[in-house]
């Protein structure tokens, strides 16, 4: 079957890549909390295991603590409580997401807050920092990368899903520069996946991991 168009699994998403300002992606979002697991889980959502994948693979679960940027209802805090990574914070834009992330109880905190904008964590916080689904069109813009770096420890390991217009040379400009910048190493890319591959549509999406230096 060919898929080429956002059915009703996607069409909030949809919504959101078109959204004009953060105010009005958090409140999508807001609206869609209660529904959002239920239509990612029929949409086969694969970010959040090809994220946490990734960083079992390069980032000893023992190493802490771990940020959920862009955390929404908590999926990720689950998945990486399972591999044995604790304590994990979390920070997102809307609080809807947030209160089913609490109701989770994986998470040491969780806080309201933009990517994009400063971050209220200290230098080299986090032992790495973990995006599942969050840059991309609509969502968080990729200068939001450098709060996540500064706050994450020479070392640790940041990985994230790049998805749509972000990908290819609009996410490889911004690598290359905090590469050159000498912020940070990549050091694994996945291969180009379906997030949605449930869905009639396609949301092409790759994930990286770069060491911070
Ligand atoms: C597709 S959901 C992914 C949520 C979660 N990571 C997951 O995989 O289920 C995107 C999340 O990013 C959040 N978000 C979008 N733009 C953001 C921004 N600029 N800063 C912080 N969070 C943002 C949304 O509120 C939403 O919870």
Sequence with gaps: MTKAKPDDKTSQL?????????????AIYDNWAADYEGHMAGAGYAHPA????????????????????GAGTGIMGEL???LGYAPIDGIDAS??????????????????GL???????????????????????????????????RATRPGGHIVFSIARSYL?????????ALEAAGKWRRVDASARYDSTPLSDDVLTAQVFAFAVV
Excluded: W
């Excluded at 949809?14 to 105010?23: D, F, K, L, N, T």
């Excluded at 200290?122 to 939001?144: I, K, M, R, Y």
């Design 168 to 176: 290819g040379e609009t996410f490889a400009a911004k690598g290359r």
């Design 80 to 82: 990486l409580t399972a």
């Design 50 to 69: 090809m994220v946490a994948a990734m960083l079992a693979r390069h980032q000893p679960a023992g190493d802490a603590p771990v940020l959920d940027a």
């Design 115 to 149: 990517l994009g904008t400063p971050l209220d964590y200290a230098d080299d916080a986090f032992a790495a920092v973990v995006a599942a689904g969050v840059f991309t069109e609509g969502h968080a813009p990729l200068d939001g990368l450098d709060e996540l770096v």
């Design 95 to 112: 609080e809807g997401m947030l209160a089913r992330a609490a109701e989770r109880e994986v998470y040491r905190e969780l806080r309201c």
């Design 14 to 26: 949809h919504r959101i890549y078109a959204s004009g300002s953060p105010e009005e992606t958090a």
